[in-house]
């Protein structure tokens, strides 16, 4: 393993800190510098640039991003027991690196960022990696703070991010909301044996990268519209929708889609027409 600074080894780290991960974190530690160097390069030159990172635990993705340049790091972990290993970093960058002692979910990081913009780039932790995705796709505020997402998921969430009609079997609410305001891809895949302790599960490195101007509609109308679609989504639209209006049918054509088509036919364009053409009829 090549060094890319000269900070002791995460492993060392890891047992000087007593950072055993912890499984109710949602923890699972990248100690393989290369690969988080390899993450890092993937979000693009970093040189001068503002990045946030969800959960660095003790450190090896916030070591990549700043050894590859990043002019700051916000580093937002709630586990205080890494507090000490992310001070020893930032005393390596100094004025560098800003730890927020938080839980990622509930801090706004608005007055740190003082209106300028931000990567994110995160390992995030398996349990809140969801919510924390849909809670930065959902701003009011469109193009939004960030942007890009670099994102490691489990590879099941993954490919329910960058799917489309054509998996259906992954496709749903996830890529509907993603591919509406994002162009989406996966990077690479990072196997088990990577981690420490390994999960259960392959990961994959995802990327969202924000579309100046998606096609306009309702948010909030587009989540309901997609809750029931996909919550009954072995039924056709003219039953499924019904949830959402009484006698859908006309609504449905209306939006150029065919009433005995299901959830798992549509593509994004086709709700973002529901979500427009259902706003003048509610």
Request: net charge neutral.
């Amino acid at each position: 393993m090549s060094q890319i600074d000269t900070l002791p080894p995460l492993r060392e780290v890891v047992e000087r800190h007593g950072l055993m991960a912890q499984k109710s974190l949602g923890q699972n530690f990248l100690y393989d510098l290369n690969l988080t160097s390899r993450i890092a390069r993937s979000a693009g030159p970093l040189e001068g640039e503002t990045v946030v990172e969800i959960g660095p635990g003790p450190g090896g993705l916030t070591r990549a991003l700043l050894a590859a340049g990043a002019g700051r790091v916000i580093a937002i972990e709630r586990d205080r027991r890494c507090l000490p290993a992310l001070e020893q970093i930032g005393a390596h960058y100094p004025g560098r690196l800003e730890v927020v002692d938080g839980d990622a979910l509930a801090v706004d990081l608005s007055e740190r960022l003082g209106g300028g913009p931000a990567r994110i780039v995160a390992n995030l932790p398996y349990n809140i990696g969801t919510p924390l995705l849909v809670g930065w796709l959902s701003s009011e505020a469109w193009p939004p703070w960030w942007t890009s997402l670099t994102l490691m998921f489990q590879r099941e969430v993954a490919e329910r991010i960058v799917a489309t009609p054509e998996q259906r079997a992954d496709y749903g609410r996830l890529a509907v909301l993603c591919n509406w305001r994002c162009e989406t891809k996966i990077l690479f895949d990072v196997p088990r044996s990577a981690f420490v302790p390994p999960p259960k599960i392959t990961s994959a490195i995802v990327q969202l990268v924000p579309r100046a101007s998606p096609e306009p509609c309702d948010r909030r109308l587009l989540e309901r519209i997609t809750l029931a679609a996909f919550g009954q989504r072995r039924k056709m639209l003219r039953q499924s929708l019904k949830a959402v209006l009484p006698d859908p049918g006309d609504w449905i054509e209306e939006a150029g889609l065919v009433p005995t088509a299901r959830a798992e036919e549509v593509p994004v364009s086709g709700f973002v027409r529901l979500a427009q053409t259902l706003a003048p009829r509610l």
